[in-house]
């Protein structure tokens, strides 16, 4: 069971726009910590989408934003490719577990 | 542009030791950052094992802290997991990574390419 509760799955046609929930409590995302996101592409380690709630790294289309309020997060994409097929990964700080970095569950994403 | 590599053994012994070393290219790990282990059990999620600030504290996951060490050899840029008494549950993807930081979280950014180990005997 994680901390950071993700949908396991998500769809969503080619240009459509998806969302993906992350949602914490008053100990991690509640508390103030940023959240970052991560994109794993089938068989590869994962890469950084989304920093501090809502920056891209340099060569991350703008297509992928990031947003945060209260004890939630959010990452949006829009103009869905095929190629955004994969599973996404949120992450925090918790100050109940020793200050210990935590992740999502993961979500899935399938483009339709 | 700063490159991570796992390497060490891919099956280890139920109750032995797990040991890792993560080799740094085109960085300093002493340029100011921290470094981190992350690991993935085959079709499941990630967990953070432990994070180093080199010349700082080392942090762990409470869940693995009595059983984790990690260690930095900065004469040769590299860090290194160490995991006892291993079983099935800790065979997994291991994942190095170098961390940046800001006053409220750090995140994982690269990351290495990751490395099965497999406990069995």
């Known amino acids: 069971q994680s901390v950071l509760t993700q949908p396991p799955s998500v769809s969503g046609a080619p240009g459509q726009r998806v969302t993906i929930s992350c949602t914490g409590s008053?100990?991690?995302?509640?508390?103030?910590?940023?959240v970052h996101w991560y994109q794993q592409l089938p068989g590869t380690a994962p890469k950084l989408l989304i920093y501090?709630?809502?920056n891209r790294p340099s060569g991350v289309p703008d297509r992928f934003s990031g947003s945060k309020s209260g004890t939630s997060a959010s990452l949006a994409i829009t103009g869905l490719q095929a190629e955004d097929e994969a599973d996404y990964y949120c992450?925090?700080?918790?100050?109940?577990?020793?200050?210990?970095?935590?992740f999502g569950g993961g979500t899935k994403l399938t483009v339709l | 542009q700063v490159q991570l590599q796992e390497s060490g053994p891919g099956l280890v012994k139920p109750s032995e030791t797990l040991s890792l070393t993560c080799s740094v290219s085109?960085?300093?790990?002493?340029?100011?950052?921290?470094w981190g282990w992350i690991r993935q059990p085959p079709g499941k999620g990630l967990e953070w094992i432990g994070s180093?600030?080199?010349?700082?504290?080392?942090y762990y996951n409470p869940s693995l802290k009595s059983r984790v060490t990690i260690s930095v050899d900065t004469s040769k840029n590299q860090f290194s997991l160490r995991l006892n008494s291993v079983t099935a549950a800790d065979t997994a993807v291991y994942y190095c990574?170098?961390?940046?930081?800001?006053?409220?979280?750090?995140?994982?950014?690269?990351w290495g390419q990751g490395t099965l180990v497999t406990v069995s005997s």
């Open positions: 992450q925090s700080y918790d100050i109940n577990l020793s200050h210990s970095k935590v």
């Open positions: 501090r709630n809502s």
């Open positions: 008053s100990s991690n995302i509640g508390a103030g910590f940023d």
């Open positions: 180093f600030y080199p010349g700082g504290t080392t």
């Open positions: 990574a170098r961390e940046p930081y800001s006053s409220s979280t750090n995140w994982f950014d690269p």
């Open positions: 085109d960085y300093s790990i002493s340029g100011g950052f921290y």
